[in-house]
């Protein structure tokens, strides 16, 4: 039913429904929410609203373009945390809607620099290790729930220490060489595809790698970005390498 003509009550009345199916459903699996630990929703209202996107461009040290959406912190950062580290992929959809505001943005920016652009996406592959303990892709499985769908084109080439304790010049070093393209991209353009950006270094391997194979990176997009200790490195701006993934801290034209 087109929207002007649906009643106005309607909407009420569907958000009653729902809030009682969760409540039987609290019963029968008992949950708690991924954000705040509350009782009897995987997500609560309070939550879920911190994850209203902010979209906003900010710049790793390798000068690739990345829209993130939130900041990794507070309830934002626990919720991330569940889907990766918890099996709780019953909130992809709730981070979808984050991530598809920040890929939105990103794929409008790239086709206001070039209008005739033939855009794709490309996700950070996941490493093998991780996949075999977590049994999915959290990236994957959010972007399936956003309506894009990024191109298996990069695959994880060598094992790398963990980037937990590493600084920025560190993760960058590690990261080298660490992804491949799965064929050659020669001709094509993609918007490349994470979940957290924190100094933006396994971003520029994906793009080096993107780049080695022939093809061209138009930007990136990801869900959060984590706070740096620095004003400088908390500024949308240029200047802002920040992002979030280990957190050391608590269209037309696409296809």
């Known amino acids: 039913m087109p929207p002007s003509l649906m009643p106005s009550w309607m909407p009420r009345v569907a958000a009653a429904l729902l809030g009682a199916l969760l409540d039987a459903l609290a019963l029968l699996v008992p949950v708690e929410c991924a954000g705040c630990g509350a009782d009897d929703r995987g997500l609560c209202s309070v939550c879920a609203a911190e994850l209203h996107p902010s979209p906003t461009p900010r710049s790793t040290a390798g000068g690739l373009t990345v829209v993130t959406a939130l900041r990794y912190e507070g309830r934002v950062r626990r919720v991330i945390l569940a889907i990766k580290e918890h099996h709780r992929t019953d909130l992809s959809a ?5 991530l598809a505001g920040a890929v939105r943005q990103s794929l409008a920016s790239a086709l206001a620099q070039r209008p005739d652009a033939r855009l794709e996406l490309a996700a950070v592959p996941t490493s093998r290790s991780s996949y075999r303990r977590r049994g999915y892709d959290p990236v994957a499985v959010i972007l399936g729930h956003t309506g894009y769908r990024a191109a298996a084109v990069l695959r994880t080439a060598r094992r ?3 980037q937990k304790s590493l600084d920025s010049a560190a993760r ?3 990261l080298h060489g660490a992804m491949v393209a ?14 957290v950006l924190t ?3 396994t971003l520029d391997e994906a793009a080096r790698a993107v780049r080695a194979a022939g093809g061209e990176v138009a930007g990136a997009a990801t869900i959060a ?6 004003e400088v ?3 949308p701006s240029r200047e802002d390498y920040g992002g979030a993934k280990g957190a050391e801290q608590e269209p037309p034209g696409f296809d």
């Open 94 to 98: 709730a981070l979808s809607r984050p």
């Open 160 to 162: 790398t220490v963990s």
């Open 172 to 174: 960058a070093s590690n």
């Open 182 to 195: 799965t064929r050659p991209l020669t001709g094509r353009i993609f918007v490349l595809i994470d979940d």
């Open 199 to 201: 100094t933006g270094a």
């Open 225 to 230: 970005f984590t706070p740096r200790l620095f």
């Open 233 to 235: 490195r908390d500024n």
